[in-house]
């Protein structure tokens, strides 16, 4: 079955940076889209961007864009999150996730929150101040 495992997290310092990763198995990982979600305490889930199976394109929210980059390593079946330039708002769970609505039709660029149905069990990420 799918299985997403994500690691890395940590505590850091404003300013600081973590590299997140994801190790994939169960589904053909090198041709699914993959992303990252976030959910902070008392917070709705933000989609933080994600990266294209076909050519490797990336997408970020605004609110992570020039901090954040998403890479994969498709012989390792693993994706990961670089984050740069922490600021405390960046303190959730991180979560990585595999497109699903294609299954169904979805082809949209870029995909939105609700285009990934399969996630890990998150990892967290707290940046103090």
């Known amino acids: 079955q799918v299985q997403l495992v994500e690691s890395g997290g940590g505590l850091v310092q404003a300013g600081g940076s973590l590299r997140l990763s994801c190790a994939a198995s169960g589904f053909t990982f090198s041709r699914s889209d993959m992303g990252w979600i976030r959910q902070a305490p008392g917070k709705e889930r933000e989609f933080v961007g994600a990266?294209?199976?076909?050519?490797?394109?990336?997408y970020y929210a605004d609110s992570v864009k020039a901090r954040f980059a998403i890479s994969r390593d498709n012989a390792e079946n693993t994706v990961y999150l670089q984050m740069n330039s922490l600021k405390p708002e960046d303190t959730a769970v991180y979560y990585c996730?595999?497109?699903?609505?294609?299954?169904?039709?979805?082809?949209?660029?870029?995909?939105?929150?609700?285009?990934?149905?399969?996630w890990g069990q998150g990892t967290q990420v707290t940046v103090s101040s």
């Open positions: 990266i294209r199976w076909t050519d490797g394109r990336t």
């Open positions: 996730a595999r497109r699903t609505d294609v299954l169904y039709g979805g082809n949209r660029w870029p995909p939105e929150l609700e285009s990934f149905g399969s």
